[in-house]
């Protein structure tokens, strides 16, 4: 047999091989190696099950679902699925608990019937130290490096023979040969890390391949550029994680943070271009979402917005993001919010209570191709620039009575849109709102006096479309809209209501 035919063989066994792995429920990355196979057969569920994704969802610490639920089955619910057993592992850990309490999942459940709920198990290794997994590739003499807190102090056992003290700050190590080397720290300090904070570190942080935290560990520290990072088990002693902490961990597929989580202010862009990140599960206590955190985070399907959360700051380009929701307590929607999910499909923003859109959330569902529909809350006052624009799905939207301002480019290019009601509250439409609306051909409008039109594009110049204004018996209020600045260009679509 030939060189060139045995290495077919080879291929087309461990496309197989993904097949049959995925039949089981277990997501094979894409870049995995041969040699990681056998931590994915591991990973099968109990009995070799597939688990389907339902409403509520519970995952282990590297993304294997565990358990779902549906919504009757929810509100039945006596007690949590059991967390897998990870005590003879070749790392063994000790299971901490769900981030997420039946009583906040159902409570939950009941405010927010529709939205999806991803709970995550936290762990922390048994024998109370750190390990880390280094591969190191031939020739390299670069080394790793941990990135500890200036005051820790401890042993590093390298793997390879070699145990160093730590006396405060960073510590570097060269390996000899090629190979993966199991590195174990013992160590008093508040954060661990072997990341890079600088591109100078990048060829130390990607040969990362495998961290488990121990319970001495309060905050995530610095593993950004960890590009071949595959897992990372977090403790419920987790209470805080460093800024830029995972950003950049392209192969990370997973990352469950404790109910202990208490920062609110740390962490902006901590999860940045986790381009394969699929399963990012906050605790029912976080309070906002930082900026940029998820931004470029490709593979993200969906996002449980706690219901504590009080604003949502910027995280674009969530392509395979489906739905979200958005709880009552939200005061505030940064731009570009959900700008770029494209596989957006549902937003659900209706009992944001004290979300007015007054000040913020432009272009917050900018180039959301996808978007079939969304619910506003009834405290908005104002639709903001470009909210909608580039929705080319979007058939379903209702303007809240109460929104005083359609602003410029609101439901641009939302070429799905057959109908929309303007209240009574609007006075004014600003430029370009409705335009390349291609499909809208019916525009009710409820108010007596004529809105401020922006411009004669505001409003599209569809073939058959109606524009519906308030009826009177002397025609006066259709002869105001005729008559009003840019709504003349359109006096031969108006119609008066009905009596």
């Not at 993304?63 to 639920?69: E, M, Q």
């Not at 661990?192 to 130390?204: R, S, T």
């Not at 390349?436 to 058959?464: E, H, M, Q, R």
Request: with cysteine.
């Amino acid at each position: 047999m030939s060189v060139a035919t045995e290495l077919q063989r080879i291929i087309d066994a461990k496309a197989d091989l993904k097949t049959a792995i995925e039949a089981k429920g277990v997501t094979v990355s894409s870049s995995a190696l041969i040699d990681d196979y056998a931590d994915y057969v591991d990973a099968i569920p109990s009995g070799g099950v597939k688990v389907e994704e339902k409403l509520l969802n519970f995952y282990d610490y590297e993304g294997t679902l565990v358990a779902s639920y549906d919504g009757s089955e929810i509100a039945g619910l006596t007690a949590l699925p059991s967390a897998p057993d990870h005590s003879t592992d070749d790392v063994p850990l000790t299971f901490d608990g769900w981030n997420w309490t039946l009583a906040k999942i159902q409570a939950y459940h009941t405010n927010y019937p529709d939205a999806f709920i991803i709970v995550g198990a936290n762990y922390h290794t048994t024998d109370g130290k750190t390990h880390i997994l280094f591969e190191i590739p031939e020739n390299d003499t670069t080394g790793v490096r941990l990135n500890l807190y200036y005051a820790a102090t401890g042993t590093v056992d390298w793997g390879d023979g070699i145990t160093d003290a730590i006396s405060g700050g960073n510590i570097t190590h060269i390996y000899q040969n090629a190979g993966t080397y199991h590195c174990k720290v013992e160590v008093v300090s508040n954060e661990v890390g072997a990341g890079a904070n600088n591109n100078n570190l990048i060829p130390l942080a990607r040969k990362v391949i495998r961290v488990w935290l121990a319970s001495s560990v309060s905050q995530i520290g610095i593993w950004r550029y960890c590009i071949n990072l595959k897992s990372i088990s977090i403790p419920s002693s987790i209470g805080e994680y460093h800024e830029y902490s995972l950003q950049r961990c392209n192969n990370l597929e997973c990352i469950v943070l404790p109910d202990s989580f208490i920062s609110d202010n740390s962490g902006t862009s901590a999860f940045q271009r986790c381009y394969n990140l699929m399963v990012l599960s906050y605790p029912d206590n976080r309070r906002a979402f930082q900026a940029g955190n998820e931004t470029d985070c490709y593979s993200l399907k969906y996002l449980t917005v706690p219901s504590e959360v009080t604003w949502v700051n910027y995280g674009a380009n969530l392509y395979s993001l489906r739905q979200i929701t958005l709880p009552a307590g939200i005061t505030s929607l940064y731009s570009s919010a959900f700008s770029g999910a494209i596989s957006l499909e549902s937003a659900s923003l209706d009992k944001c209570t004290s979300y007015t859109g007054a000040s913020d959330g432009t272009q917050a569902f900018y180039n959301c191709y996808n978007l079939v529909s969304c619910k506003l809350p009834s405290s908005l006052t104002k639709i903001p620039y470009g909210f909608f624009t580039n929705c080319y799905s979007l058939t379903n939207v209702n303007i809240p009575n109460g929104v005083t301002t359609i602003d410029n480019s609101a439901f641009s290019s939302c070429y799905s849109l057959s109908e929309i009601e303007i209240p009574s509250s609007v006075t004014s439409i600003v430029n370009n709102a409705f335009q390349n609306c291609s499909g809208l051909l019916s525009i009710t409008v409820k108010a007596t006096t004529p809105p401020t039109l922006g411009n004669t594009t505001a409003l599209p110049t569809n073939t058959g479309m109606k524009i519906y204004v308030p009826y009177s018996a002397d025609h006066s209020i259709l002869d105001a809209y005729k008559g009003a600045t840019n709504w003349s260009n359109f006096a031969s679509y108006m119609e008066e209501l009905p009596e």
